[in-house]
């Protein structure tokens, strides 16, 4: 069985600040996505990256996908409180089958 | 705008109650799921189908089945409601295809079994 660790599980910071969590696994992954998702809602998907190395960027949000396709992170600069939410990890195998989603980063930011 | 609808957003309901959770999407897409997701153990895989009339068992299907009779509707059943299945219900949905696969969620039901 697939498994993605992310950590850290929770994280409180100050408006401004600048911060890293991290999605991890043994496994290769075809492709890896990150979802938001905000009290009472839904995830929505963030980005998806398919290539070893490569790197995203979604305004303040930096996106990499580690050269193994094993890991990735998502970089937040200057954290807003609209960044407030769960973020989630998901990976994809090559077969057609479900995503693997991680457990989630609650990231919480204070004004 | 797209969107995967969850017929209720609160449901509170007896143990021993068969409980149905409705969800429809109007993206014409073939995939759809159903997870579970309860604090500190993320989001769990309960049931998927890949098309009309089929049913894959995910992680976790103890307890539950689903119905797809038609494209657009995929419906979580718990035969018998236990306590231990208080938890947020998400339904998704996908098109099918060669990778990238991207799940479209719904705003999810939470369920109360008392």
């Known amino acids: 069985t697939q498994l993605l660790e992310q950590s850290p599980q929770f994280l409180s910071i100050q408006e401004g600040e600048n911060l890293t969590v991290y999605c991890n696994s043994s496994s290769v992954f075809s492709s890896l996505q990150w979802y938001r998702q905000e009290p009472g809602e839904g995830p929505v998907l963030l980005v998806t990256v398919v290539t070893g190395g490569e790197v995203k960027k979604l305004k303040r949000l930096t996106f990499q996908f580690g050269d193994a396709r094993k890991d990735s992170s998502l970089h937040i600069t200057a954290a807003q409180p609209g960044d407030t939410g769960l973020y989630l990890c998901?990976?994809?195998?090559?077969?057609?089958?479900?995503?693997?989603f991680g457990k989630g980063t609650r990231l919480s930011v204070i004004a | 705008d797209v969107k995967v609808t969850q017929s209720s957003r609160y449901l509170v309901k007896r143990t021993g109650e068969k409980v149905f959770l409705e969800c429809v999407q109007d993206m014409d897409h073939e995939n759809m799921f159903w997870y579970r997701q309860d604090p500190g153990l993320g989001l769990r895989l309960i049931y998927f189908?890949?098309?009309?009339?089929?049913?894959e068992k995910g992680d976790i299907p103890e307890g539950y089945s689903v119905s797809r009779e038609k494209k657009e509707r995929f419906s979580l059943i718990l035969e018998s409601a236990s306590t231990n299945q208080t938890s947020m219900y998400l339904c998704?949905?996908?098109?099918?295809?060669?990778?990238?696969?991207?799940?479209?969620f719904g705003s999810g039901t939470q369920l109360s079994v008392l």
């Open positions: 998704a949905s996908s098109s099918s295809g060669v990778g990238n696969e991207k799940l479209f």
């Open positions: 189908s890949y098309d009309v009339k089929m049913k």
């Open positions: 998901a990976g994809e195998d090559s077969g057609n089958t479900p995503l693997v």
